[in-house]
């Protein structure tokens, strides 16, 4: 069974920058993306990739987030600039479809960001 865990969350201020990390209990061919959902939201697709870095991002999140993949130490990062208030959320990691950007059926616990000065 894979399991992903997510680290790198905390309070930043606004401008800020963040590096998430989800850390694979194995080697995958999945593709793995990171997800947030935010109070009172639904669940949002941000960004996957591929074993072999093919990417895709969300509408709504292009130019702020870049994802990457280190697949000799199973880890999938999602660094985020220029942080926001409206970026706070729980986010997630998860395997993934690139070119539908659907979660697939493993998920990390979340890591949560918040967003304030």
């Known amino acids: 069974q894979l399991q992903l865990v997510e680290s790198g969350g905390g309070l930043v201020q606004p401008g800020g920058s963040l590096r998430l990390s989800c850390a694979a209990s194995?080697?995958?061919?999945?593709?793995i993306g990171w997800f947030r959902q935010a109070p009172g939201k639904e669940r949002e697709g941000i960004s996957c990739?591929?074993?072999?870095?093919?990417?895709n991002y969300g509408e709504s999140v292009k130019g702020r987030f870049t994802i990457s993949r280190d697949n000799a130490k199973n880890m999938v990062s999602l660094r985020i600039d220029n942080l926001k208030p409206e970026d706070t959320a729980v986010y997630y990691c998860a395997t993934c479809e690139v070119g539908t950007m659907k979660g697939g059926n493993h998920w990390g616990q979340g890591t949560q960001v918040t967003v304030s000065s």
């Open positions: 194995r080697s995958t061919y999945y593709s």
């Open positions: 990739i591929s074993r072999t870095g093919n990417t």
